[in-house]
């Protein structure tokens, strides 16, 4: 008896280091399961898809409750100060600590890992409204983006399938 | 831990349906199991990827993530999506008589 295939989308809204990661991650499972995978990049999200913001993706610890000294070995639930947080440097700091830990488990940067979705077959769009907003082209995404579509043309191609908001 | 018969031979294998004894896996049990996932017919592409993976998995004691086939066993994502379609991170692990894969990436 053919199965239909499962489907899932991620709406990727977020442009922080941290937040780049829950989609790539989960959609390569997905798509190592069998699952059809499509990704739409809305706001923020763009810089994921963004030539020149790729690379270039951060976390800052102001005002980032979640990010506690025990990423460095402190043990205990000691914060850092926002008083701290704010200094130069800092956001800069986070996001080398964060990118560490990540080799460490030789996880892939953000721009290699769209690359292996592409690749395995996930369909990924930018949003119309934000690339106006934003005023860019399609020239200024990675190859990859299949194209820049509405909210309307997202909810009838994710029709049956999983949409998960990141 | 439940049995089940491939080409004849009786193996062991978990809930999920993967073997659990890698050393009762042969080339037979491949090939049916290659047919019943919906592989198809073997060809030497695919051979290398599951070759690979029981090497890997002989060497680490665990069975190999996508990206460690597609980083070390020399194929690229596309040819292993193309050669396992629908899913090649339970297929091939089944198919080689290793267990699911443990990673996430």
């Known amino acids: ?13 977020k442009g922080n280091l941290d937040m780049a990661y829950p989609a790539l ?7 190592g399961n069998g699952i059809d995978v499509t990704l739409f990049f809305t706001f923020w ?27 460095m070995g402190v043990p ?29 488990l030789e996880v892939p940067t953000v721009r290699e890992y769209l690359g292996m979705l592409c690749d395995a077959g996930a369909k990924m769009y930018a949003c119309k409204l934000s690339v106006d907003m934003f005023q860019l082209k399609q020239e200024d995404f990675i190859e990859g983006v299949q194209g820049i ?8 191609m994710t029709e049956g399938a999983q949409i998960i908001f990141i | ?20 004894d890698p050393s009762e896996w042969t080339k037979e049990i491949c090939e049916a199991l290659a047919i019943e996932e919906g592989v198809g017919e073997l060809t030497p592409a695919h051979w290398k990827v ?18 460690r086939i597609t980083s070390t066993a020399g194929v690229s994502t596309k040819d292993l999506f193309a050669l396992f379609p629908k899913g090649p991170a339970k297929k091939v692990a089944l198919m080689s008589g290793l267990g699911k894969p443990e990673g996430c990436v």
């Open chain 1, 1 to 13: 008896m053919a199965e239909e295939t499962r489907k899932v989308a991620f709406i990727c809204s």
């Open chain 1, 25 to 31: 991650v989960m959609g390569w499972a997905a798509l």
């Open chain 1, 45 to 71: 999200g763009m810089d994921m898809i963004r030539k020149d913001r790729v690379d270039h993706l951060e976390v800052p610890p102001l005002a980032n409750s979640s990010m506690k000294m025990s990423m």
């Open chain 1, 76 to 104: 205990g639930n000691v914060g850092i100060p926002n008083i701290m947080g704010m200094l130069p440097g800092m956001t800069a700091f986070a996001t080398k600590l964060m990118k560490d830990k990540m080799a460490k």
């Open chain 1, 149 to 156: 579509v509405t909210a309307g043309d997202f909810m009838d």
């Open chain 2, 1 to 20: 831990m439940a049995t089940r018969v491939i080409c004849g031979k009786t193996v062991q294998v978990n809930d999920e349906g993967f073997m659990t």
């Open chain 2, 50 to 67: 599951i070759e690979f993976c029981r090497q890997d998995a002989k060497a680490t004691g665990k069975a190999p993530t996508l990206r």
